[in-house]
């Protein structure tokens, strides 16, 4: 026996047009995310299942249990040949587990991964997502959500990464708007079908992901998004990328539903703190409290959480240098005592900085040669004044 070229099961290899097609019906009759549903298609083959609902018996193993009319009032509205005509007229595709352009990644959902995917764009969809980034977050952001997030997607498209997000208004506007801006690759994943601008304010910037990045939905030609939908369009977001930053999110935000499903997956979770008593970023502030969440502030930490590991790490951040800060601890006691103004003798400069008088002679000569200390004829005092 041999195995399905898309997916797990120890059975004759079925028909791929076939499948094709039936996965593509399917996803008119099936609500993204069940799991019993997507184990009876790794199982029977989602012909067979197809065969079973325009039939009139029972489904078979766990679908058993469900009452198949829920589906079969679908089935009857279903137009295979309108899907078909709709996804040519904006020059999309049909990709299903097993295709060379599916992102593998997302067969880390399991039973619950998507039947297939409908996609338009300039890129293919497996390359664009092969280093991509999720940066979420509210919808009703801040104009310093909004400014983080498209700096941030600016910044990481400029570094070769693809940023992912979910075409809403808000973050993820930003986010899609800053990987553009810098004509980088950008994903949006979207809560209804491939041909449905939604939200309608983003129509424009919709077309435009169409035109330099890819749109895909799992859901079929002329589907309307709902509040399940959104909800289960999260975990997609998450499987598809190597990690999740949030930008900003109340505490009851979507956006967090992303970063745990990520989490779950495996899957980096990174949160951008903002000020504590802003309310759009609370529930990232608790977040970044939880177990395996990092705190990130710009792309470099972003890509060092994500990145090859050794490879990618982020330049360490630090505060101007000042003369002398390399110093040994013994040649830097002596110069904090030099003044800046006035002058002190080496006897004394020796009493208190607690040194012997030999040594403190050295150590000044030391500074001296670094041009950080003068010998006046009153003493010694530092250089460049106060």
């Known amino acids: 026996m041999e195995s399905l070229p898309w997916g797990d099961g120890d059975f004759p290899e079925r028909d791929v047009v076939g499948e094709r097609a039936a996965r593509a019906v399917l996803s008119r009759l099936v609500e993204p995310g069940d799991a019993v549903f997507g184990r009876a298609v790794r199982v029977y083959g989602a012909a067979r299942l197809l065969r079973d609902l325009r039939g009139h018996g029972a489904l078979p193993g766990e679908l058993a249990r469900r009452d198949p009319a829920g589906y079969r009032v679908r089935l009857g509205a279903c137009d295979p040949d309108e899907d078909s005509a709709r996804l040519a007229e904006v020059g999309g595709s049909f990709v299903v587990p097993g295709d060379p352009g599916w992102p593998t990644q997302l067969d880390d959902l399991g039973d619950a991964r998507p039947l297939g995917l409908w996609t338009r764009g300039a890129t293919p969809l497996r ?116 990690g999740t930053v949030v930008v900003e999110a109340a505490l009851c935000s979507g956006a967090l539903i992303s970063a745990r499903r990520a989490a779950l997956l495996g899957r980096q979770v990174m949160g951008v703190p903002g000020p504590i008593g802003s309310p759009s970023s609370a529930g990232v502030h608790v977040l970044l409290r939880e177990p395996g969440s990092v705190l ?51 006897a004394a400069i020796a009493h208190e900085a607690g040194s012997a008088p030999a040594a403190t002679r050295r150590r000044l000569d030391v500074l001296a040669a670094r041009e950080l200390v003068d010998r006046t004829s009153k003493g010694w005092r530092r250089r460049g004044g106060a």
Request: glycine letters at 12%; proline letters at 6%; a neutral charge.
């Open 296 to 346: 990130v502030t710009r792309a470099a930490e972003v890509i060092e959480q994500v990145g090859a590991i050794g490879d990618d790490l982020a330049p360490v951040l630090a505060g101007p240098s000042r003369p002398g800060d390399d110093l040994p601890p013994e040649i830097r006691r002596i110069l904090d005592v030099v003044p800046w103004r006035g002058a002190l003798s080496t």
């Open 127 to 242: 390359l664009a997502a092969l280093r991509s980034v999720a940066v979420v977050g509210a919808r009703a952001c801040t104009d310093y959500g909004a400014h983080v997030a498209g700096a941030l997607a600016a910044e990481l498209a400029e570094a070769g990464w693809t940023v992912v997000s979910g075409g809403a208004y808000g973050v993820d506007g930003a986010a899609h708007r800053g990987a553009l801006a810098v004509r980088g690759s950008t994903v949006a994943v979207l809560a209804c079908g491939i041909d449905v601008n939604y939200p309608r304010g983003h129509e424009r910037l919709l077309a435009r992901i169409a035109e330099e990045g890819v749109l895909v939905t799992e859901l079929p030609p002329g589907a309307h998004p709902t509040r399940y939908r959104f909800i289960e369009r999260n975990r997609v977001i998450a499987a598809l990328t190597r």
